[in-house]
């Protein structure tokens, strides 16, 4: 099994084992994070580590992920999941405070994808597969130009009491239409609640967190 593999699977080891409160500490959960393994994205993150498995920003991917502890997600969906390493840490991490969480992970891309024992279903396809099915959460990080963000959105986002979008504020990468369509949500939905992770005056990646006002939230 290749360093890297196991050291991913360790830190899930590690989410399941460590007190739940112990990870809403941001510093700590940035540090398992790096741990995890993240893709070294030049000179963004000087503590990326080579081989990583996760294409996300540690602290704007703790800050989401604590966000989101705060409410009741059982039935989960990653659009565009590539080899699935986000999608495992973030159902690892919300089954610390949903214990019956159910992910489906989906990706036009056909690779092997390992699980590691959680509760995920990995599918070949687009979110059109799923647009008959209903979900507590969505994480839109599919096909980035506008029209299949809008397409994500209306077939699995729109019904989600809590939709996350990746790379809201990427235009480091020219990545713009995810920032695009998140400006024109806040717009479309005035009575949700919106938040965001990014860096001011830089960007790169940005995560973006809508919730709606009839979302269930941990007591």
Known sequence: MPASIERF???LTLLRLVDKNLLLNREFLVSIIRAAGIHPFGPYDPFAQEGGLM???PHQFADALITLSRYRCNRLIE????AGHTGCFLTAFLQRYNPEVQTLCVDV???ARNSFGLPITFLVGTSDIARDLQFDLAFIDGDHTFPWIERDYQNVGARSPVC???DIDNADFDMLDPGRFWEDL??????SEFFEFKYPGKHFMGIGVRI?????VHR
């Open 9 to 11: 699977q360790a830190v």
């Open 212 to 216: 709606k006002p009839t979302v269930a």
């Open 55 to 57: 294409l996300q920003d």
């Open 79 to 82: 659009v565009g999941t590539w």
């Open 109 to 111: 891309l056909d690779v």
């Open 164 to 166: 996350v979008f990746h």
């Open 186 to 191: 806040k717009q479309r939905e005035p009575g």
